[in-house]
């Protein structure tokens, strides 16, 4: 019993992805989502220094 032979075998070399092109619509939908995590930061931004918003809810009192 080696110690080697036992556990999953490894294979030394993974096969390389191949690079995918990109046609335009690619491209564009990349842009957009790219816009709209920019508004998404700025709006993060924005709602930190406000304080929180969800201060609203129910409340409970100490007594059971």
């Known amino acids: 019993m080696s110690g080697r032979e036992g556990g999953k075998k490894k294979l030394l070399k993974q096969p390389k992805k191949q690079a ?7 491209k564009a939908f990349e ?9 998404l930061e700025e709006l993060k931004a924005k709602a930190a220094g406000k304080g929180s918003l969800a201060t609203g809810g129910i409340k ?5």
């Open 31 to 39: 842009q957009k989502q790219k816009a709209e995590q920019k508004k």
């Open 60 to 64: 409970k009192s100490g007594k059971k």
């Open 20 to 26: 995918k092109e990109m046609d335009e619509e690619d």
